[in-house]
């Protein structure tokens, strides 16, 4: 398969562990997002790479939350401490940006947290 | 901030039935429109509108975008049972923000055999 892959598709933690997840983007693609989907909501950005470099973080990214790229290839999400409130399904989206891109992001299905 | 309204929330027709689903939207150095259609898993790509009065066309789907009136709207004629969905509408801002989608949210569509 060869589009945008994310791990774990489930997660079920208590409240104040931390939890990892793990987007593959589309090979070729440059471009990264993260974003968080509550149900009835569309999804809100929360942050986005560039090759391995976070360009741009939403204010909804507090400092519990850390993403990084390390090798422009696949992501990580930490989630730490969670709270309730961070129960959502969380996207992972790729694009390829030739410098005036066509700004059509990739999709993964999602990995879903239920904090109790 | 920007800000991408849909109407109507949700929507119940027949099979058969042709609706207009639509968006309106607020965003700083706006580049694209974009709709996708989701059913319970990931977001998947219909339609990206950066030119005004340009229709696009995908079998029953079809979608137009207002530059002027910061508006765009998705008809699907001859709904299907498979149209039942949720169609989410984003705008994507140019510059360094660049495939920053601002996602509304979202259109619940049913359709009834």
């Known amino acids: 398969d060869t589009g945008v892959s994310q791990n774990p598709r489930h997660k079920i933690t208590k409240r104040g562990q931390n939890v990892t997840f793990r987007c593959d983007p589309i090979s070729e693609h440059n471009r990264l997002y993260w974003y968080r989907q509550t149900l009835g909501q569309g999804p809100e950005f929360l942050t986005y790479f560039q090759n391995e470099a976070q360009l741009e973080k939403s204010r909804l990214l507090s400092d519990r939350f850390s993403a990084e790229r390390p090798k422009g290839s696949f992501s990580t999400l930490e989630i730490q401490r969670t709270e309730q409130g961070d129960s959502a399904m969380y996207l992972c989206?790729?694009?390829?940006?030739?410098?005036?891109?066509?700004?059509?992001?990739?999709f993964g299905e999602g990995s879903r947290l239920t904090v109790l | 901030e920007d800000k991408v309204v849909q109407s109507p929330l949700s929507l119940v027709v027949h099979e058969g039935d042709t609706v207009t689903l639509n968006c309106s939207y607020e965003v700083t150095n706006f580049r694209s429109l974009l709709w996708y259609k989701q059913e319970k898993k990931a977001p998947t790509f219909l339609f990206m509108l950066t030119s005004s009065g340009i229709e696009k066309k995908s079998g029953r789907l079809s979608s137009i975008l207002d530059k002027k009136e910061l508006f765009s709207i998705l008809n699907i004629t001859a709904t299907q049972t498979g149209d039942s969905a949720v169609y989410l509408c984003?705008?994507?801002?140019?510059?360094?923000?660049?495939?920053?989608?601002?996602f509304g949210q979202g259109t619940i569509l049913t359709v009834h055999p």
């Open positions: 984003a705008a994507n801002a140019g510059g360094t923000s660049y495939g920053k989608l601002t």
């Open positions: 989206a790729s694009s390829l940006d030739r410098g005036g891109g066509t700004g059509e992001l990739f």
